[in-house]
């Protein structure tokens, strides 16, 4: 899989327009052009550096400290002779467009995986809650239960714009990501958000407008959220 997504990532740096537009520059100012073929060096010196890049995802590290990261690993000669294929290629994949691409990629990768499970599972559970960006933008945050090899998994789906908070709107923001994601209302079993009128009311909240469509659901006031009630309340 390493491979395949450090193969994704430089067709992705040839397919983008940005690159796109430096070889057409390149070419009109007669630069050198290099070879861009894949081989098993190139291909193996981008595998350590998008393992580079994924640490920094997976534990929330700022992306602009993959040099920082990618130094230390140079001093404990954690990827030796990583800097004489680069150097012998041209190539240095330090910057924040390479570190951009990468985070696509891998985010791509992730989210296929995400989805795969998703389709295979019979039954699916979806949870719901309202929050907000930096930018105090309104966003509806997704979340799927489902059951991988007899064991119960949450999945982050992903969030949805919302242009207001009304149970229509937050219903039709739900609607959006779950045919996004190939998720049908008859897999759909159970509902479960806080426990606010807009989305547990029987007539205009999003759990009443499920309903209508699939009778068998079952819709539920989050655990953790009624026990975060209980206490304020205590």
């Not at 599972?121 to 997704?142: C, H, M, P, R």
Request: with cysteine.
């Amino acid at each position: 899989k390493a491979k395949e997504m450090a193969r994704a990532v430089r067709e992705h740096r040839l397919n983008s327009t940005r690159h796109q537009m430096a070889v057409a520059l390149a070419k009109n100012k007669r630069m050198p052009q290099h070879n861009e073929s894949i081989n098993q060096k190139t291909l193996w010196a981008t595998q350590k550096r998008l393992r580079e890049v994924y640490f920094l995802c997976l534990e929330a590290i700022a992306l602009h400290k993959f040099n920082a990261v990618h130094e230390l690993n140079k001093a404990n000669e954690a990827y030796k002779g990583l800097e004489d294929v680069l150097n012998a290629g041209n190539l240095t994949y330090t910057s924040h467009m390479f570190v951009n691409d990468a985070v696509s990629v891998l985010a791509t990768a992730v989210r296929n995986q995400v989805l795969g499970l998703v389709s295979r599972s019979k039954y699916v559970g979806v949870l719901i809650d309202e929050g907000s960006d930096i930018t105090q933008t309104s966003q509806l945050v997704v979340y799927y239960k489902i059951v991988v090899e007899g064991k119960p998994m949450a999945v982050f789906a992903g969030v949805e714009e919302l242009i207001s908070g009304d149970g229509g709107t937050v219903f039709g923001a739900l609607l959006h990501r779950l045919r996004k994601d190939g998720v049908s209302l008859a897999q759909l079993v159970a509902f479960g958000s806080d426990g606010a009128s807009v989305m547990l009311g029987h007539k205009d909240g999003v759990a009443g407008r499920l309903l209508a469509l699939n009778p068998i659901l079952v819709a539920f006031h989050c655990v953790n959220h009624r026990g975060a009630l209980g206490i304020e309340n205590a």
